[in-house]
């Protein structure tokens, strides 16, 4: 891999670590009335498979599973 595609990744994880724990801190993002709401309005059930597509840290994944 060169070393300008090397850097490119770093950069990105570097990037994405300093922005993933505010982001996942968000009030909007975790408290339980919104992940209900897309719940329910996605109309997700038990029977359901959803795939998770860099939709940040995962919240509503864990709780889906």
Known sequence: MAD???AQRRLIL?????????FAA???HSNE?????????AQIGPA??????ACGPGLLACRLA
Not at 14 to 22: E, G, L, R
């Open 33 to 41: 009335e919104s992940v209900r709401l897309v719940i329910d309005l």
């Open 14 to 22: 570097d990037q994405f670590t300093k922005q993933a724990v505010p």
């Open 4 to 6: 300008s595609d090397q």
């Open 26 to 28: 968000m009030p909007a």
């Open 48 to 53: 359901d498979t959803v795939l998770d597509v």
